[in-house]
Structures are given as C-alpha cells and as structure tokens.
C-alpha cells in the first residue's frame, strides 16, 4: 500500500471515523482503524460495539489529489495516527506499507514509522442484503432526531428506554422517545413505496449519526436488516445496532382533554427558567413551581440554603382554570430548546397529571410530555 | 445597602475578584464575595489563602451608571451570586440589603431574595504601612510573569520551588524560576529611586495576577510588606503571600563557555519537537534526541509500542562540535513558547551538562537552561 493524498482531505475522513472508535474497546484492533486502498480510492473504517463508520474518498477527488502508487490494506491505532496526521509540517502526506506490519507516514523532512495491525484481524461490516430503502434529507433526519433524542433514558435500568423508538407504517414516520418522566414525539410524512418498521435505535449511536453529515441536503437512505440499520450517503455507510425487547406502548400516555392552556414565547420562558432553577439545583428535590391564574403567571424557585426567586412571567395567552403546579426545570428546558424560538402551547390537566407542550402554530405532529413532581 | 448599577460593569468587577475565591477554603466567609457601598462607590473583595483582590467601581464611572440610595455592606456566596447576575433579564440591577442579612436582587421582573453573610465577620486584608513602591507598566509585568513563572515547580516537596524569586538591587529587577530540571531567568532594567528586595512570589499568584490587568499600559505599583506583596492599580489591589525560606543560589548553575552553538527559528523548531514528542510521550521516559554534526540536525522520538519518528531540522546557523543529546521535550516546548516567534540560540556543553537558550539578537537579560536526560 502507498499512496500520497491531501492532508487535509484525509484528515477530515479520519474524523468521521474516529467517531465510532472508543480507546475503550475490549477487542484490541477495534482501537485501530482500517485503511483500505484499492484503485477507486480510499476505504476507512472505525467501529465499537454499537456503532460502525465506513467513509470513502474517491481516487477523482479534485481536493484529495490523490497518487495511488501501490493497493493494499492496513490497521493503524487511531489515536496516535489522527495526532500524527494533525501535526505533519506540509499541505500533503505520504502513507506507505512497509515489511512488517510497519507504515512510514511522511510530509516535508518528518517521517514517522509506526507499528500497525493486520487488516485481515479486523472484523467485517454487516452486508446489506437488500436495497429496499427510504429516503430522508440529512436535515430532515437530524431535525427528528434533535427533537426526540434528548428524551431517551440515561439509564440501563431499563435498556429500552436508552433508545428512540422508529416506527414507519402507511408512510408514516413516527419517532418517540421517554425516559418514563417526559416524553417527545414527532411524526414526519415520507415519500416512496417503502416496507414498514418497528425499531429502537440507541439515542447515542442518533446523537453520533447526527454529527456525521457533511452536508445538510445529503440524501439519506435508511436500510433495516436484522439487528442492524444502515444509514447510507454518498461516500459514507454509517451502521447501528438496534435495541432488543418491546417498546412501551406511549400511545395511551398523551392525554387529549385539558383545564389550562397557556401560550409562551419560547426563548422568554426559557431564560426565566434557567433563572428559576438556579436555586432549585440546590435544593432537595430539583423543582420549580409554575403558578396559573387570571390575574398572574409566576415562577419559584426555591433552596434553603441560598434562597428564593419568583417572577412574573410574559404569556401570549392563557385560558382556563387557575393552577400550580411543580416540575423539574432540566426537563423543561430540554424541552423548550427542542423547540428552538417558536411559541408553544402548556396544556394542563390538574397539578398531578402529565402536561403536554406543542408547537402553538397548531403543528400536531410535534407533541411533549412532562410529569410534574407532587409536592405538600 | 441599596444599589442600581449596570450589569455589565458588575459582572466585570466581580469576575475580577472572584479569581481569589476558592469553593474548597476551610474558612467559610471566604467563599463570599464582599460588597462595600460608600458614597464613593462600590468597592469588591475576595480572598483565599494565598491571595486578596479588592476592586473598585467608582459612584461617578459613567458606563456603570450607579445610583446609590444607602450605604453598607455584606458578604454574598461568590458562586451562585455570580450565575444570579449573569443570569439576570435586564442591563441594568438594584441590590438591597433588608433585614436579617437577607439581599433583594432585582433585574426586570425577576426577584432573587439570598441569604447573606454579616461583613463585619470578613477578615481584614493587611494595612499597606508605607507607600514607598516601585511601578511597571502591566505590559511588562506581565511579560516578567510569563518568561518565568512556566518553570516554576509543581511539587510541593521544595515549596519555595513554587515560586519565582525576585530580586531588586540597584534598580536591577531579576525574576528566577526553577524546578530543578530547567530554569528560567530575566532581567530588567527599573527607573526611579527604589528600595532594594529579594522575596519569593508564589507562581499561582503570579499567574492569577497576569489575568486581572484590564489595559496593558495600566502602571502597577509594587509594594513590599513583612510576609505579603501589594500589587495595586488605579481600581484595584491584588495581595499574595510571600513564600518564606531560602531560595537556592542559582548563578553558579548557568554555564559561560560551551563547545557547540545552534540557532533555530522558534516557531519551526517547535512544531518538530511538538510531532517528535507525540511518541516520546508514549515512551517510559518521554524524552526526544537531538543529533547535530556537520552534515544534519536530527531530532528523534520513540516509542516502543507505538514505532518512532525521525525529522531532518532547519536551522540558522551551527558551529563547534557534534553532539548527541537526549532531553525532556516539555521542557523544551515550554520554554520555546516563551520566547515566542523569534529566533534562539542553544548552547551545549556536553551530552551531560544543561544546556542554555537564550535570544540570538543578543539579548544576554534573558536565559533559559534545560537539564538533558543521560541515556545509555
């Protein structure tokens, strides 16, 4: 294997790749990641228990400019190779496999020979049996996933929970994901004669998957196999295992009858919020109370320790029953964030039910779900 | 106490002090931030062991806008005190103490109501006796600061290491930091009538103290007391200790005659030791070889796992003999980074013997010495 390439297209493949490569791995040459020349260009992988990233960079790349001299394969360990690469003193760099599982990396007057793995150790990536995929941008696909993924569970308590449950049915994509104290969901229309699903992908393999797109109008194309999803772009085959065990069913939690509706700008609430929870962090139990009526809106928060905070609120507005109501502040602001800087709709039942928060637009398809924290 | 300012200005005033305050003193008032309203101004106090800031904000600072309706003073848990104001809605705030040293902090319509600390109780900061200072331009204090306190020691093992010595005899200012394995010393020249002194600054302080000059041409005078040093601008006092015991006689260590002399541009001498040291790191003694003769100058790391790495140097100029010399490359990278993008001249003596660096424009204030590494 020799090739001579730009540094700075290599090194932006290898970032893509380093994602998916942990140095904490109990299989020593998933530390590493593979480099595979042949004469259409450059292969890398990196991969871990959950995740698995393949990138490739085209012989024809104008940028990469690449002089392929000699095909071949080869494992190098990441975290040295990306420091090395980043620190090398010219625009461009040579890699070349040498006897023994040696590479010589060189640029300008440096030359590094580093000790590497045999790729034939490294294990291979599931094979895609069928191509019966559906297609979603980039965009489109990230905008889901930063809406719902914040909400998984952090927590193997229940592993299920630790995944957004993906459902296509009649076209239809739902998303859903809870940690059994709130709740996000979004259903989005997709286009195409496409195969229905039920799945749970890990919130972190989407988290991951998110950071991964170079450009926002990619076309993503999303592939189910067994215990596997793909998502495919152009030059890049990002793979996830799924989550086993049966989802919940959420369906029954969203309540459909309120007593309360109140409509707030989002960034306003926001900072009155981060205010309030400065102090409940300190207390006990990390609550805020919200209090509804004709004349007032108010937030408190409250810590023995510190002290106390209260503010009148700006509402768009507000009908319905008079109400307090407590809740942990985090959730709500992970809430309203999701939300970027829309006017939404609270909708409340009574202090000790679930509230619900939606797009005030009238979006339905975009819907969350609070339990408050009862309190004497 | 009641006070309407600008939030801005306050913000800057408390950052400032809060470099002092510590959240693990054992004195628990010194976790607050002390606050003095006079019909002067507003003047802001925090301290810990090591060191004291006082600011001052004075009643007629036009940006800070204060409008003062009653005098006094209390002490605020620096932490939350600081999220609070960041925190607040609007430009400007009132303060208000009310009864049982309870603080009303209000910004639009957002209410903090926080416990507070009796002043009275704040330890005094020490009485400056004379005023007999000598003065430096922030600018050069600061350079002082940073050609010095890098290779002060980290251990506690020789506290007075921790320090830099300073010494000031016939309006001669030297400033010496060792660690024992490498040694930085500089001197400068000082005008007006002062008093000689040769006390040890502890380096944290130093390092804290280069931070809190606002404007670089700011004139700082320096006064020396029993066990502490003032260091005081127009709007503000910075207090650190003074390490007590001897410090080492460091004039016999630089050598005066040298069998080869080098001469590197910084900026490319140090990115090559930056590449050589990625592996050395990994080795068990993170050192680095730097091989001149007549026909190359090579610098070489190693790392048994991960391979090694080999670079041809530019360099300006060398004469006298080849060498072979193995040395720390931290040490190096530090003190390359305190000449900052000119060029250097090294000089060694032996593979054995430290070797200095100093500016190669002939600059003989300023001079750094590295302890090399003996290999076998």
Chains 1, 2 share one sequence.
Do not use: C, W
């Amino acid at each position: 294997m020799k090739v001579t390439l730009n540094r700075a297209s290599f090194l932006e493949e290898l970032a893509t790749v380093q994602r998916a490569i942990s140095g904490k791995t109990t299989i020593p040459i998933l530390t590493g990641v593979k480099i595979k020349l042949t004469e259409m260009g450059l292969t890398l992988t990196g991969s871990n228990a959950d995740i698995s990233i393949e990138t490739f960079l085209s012989a024809t790349d104008e940028k990469a400019n690449m002089l392929i001299e000699k095909t071949g394969s080869i494992v190098l360990q990441a975290r040295f190779f990306n420091d090395i690469i980043r620190k090398l003193p010219e625009a461009t760099l040579t890699l070349e496999l040498v006897d023994n599982n040696q590479v010589i990396i060189t640029s300008g007057k440096a030359l590094f020979n580093v000790n590497a793995l045999n790729a034939e150790n490294y294990p291979h990536l599931p094979i895609v049996e069928h191509d019966q995929a559906f297609k979603l941008p980039a965009r489109v696909l990230n905008k889901l996933i930063n809406e719902t993924v914040f909400a998984v569970s952090m927590h193997e308590s229940r592993p299920i929970l630790t995944g957004v449950h993906m459902i296509l049915k009649n076209n239809q994509l739902l998303a859903v994901a809870t940690d059994s104290h709130r709740l996000s969901q979004r259903m989005i229309e997709v286009e195409g004669d496409n195969q229905d699903f039920d799945v749970v992908i890990p919130g972190k393999s989407l988290q991951e998957l998110s950071r991964t797109f170079k450009d926002e109008e990619d076309l993503v194309s999303i592939l189910m196999m067994d215990n596997q999803v793909l998502f495919k772009t152009e030059n890049m085959l990002f793979y996830s295992r799924l989550l086993e065990g049966n989802y919940p069913d959420t369906d029954r939690l969203i309540p459909t009858s309120f007593n309360t509706e109140i409509t707030f700008n989002v960034p306003e609430l926001l900072s009155a919020i981060d205010r309030a929870s400065l102090l409940s962090h300190e207390g006990r139990n990390n609550i805020v109370r919200l209090s509804i009526n004709s004349e007032e809106v108010t937030i408190y928060g409250n810590s023995p320790e510190i002290g106390n905070v209260e503010e009148d609120l700006s509402y768009v507005s507000v009908t319905g029953d008079p109400i307090d109501i407590s809740f942990n502040p985090d959730y709500m602001k992970d809430s309203l964030k999701s939300f970027s800087g829309i006017d939404i709709t609270i909708k409340f039942i009574s202090p000790i039910r679930p509230f619900t928060l939606q797009p005030s637009d009238g979006d339905i398809d975009f819907i969350q779900l609070i339990t408050p924290v009862r309190t004497n």
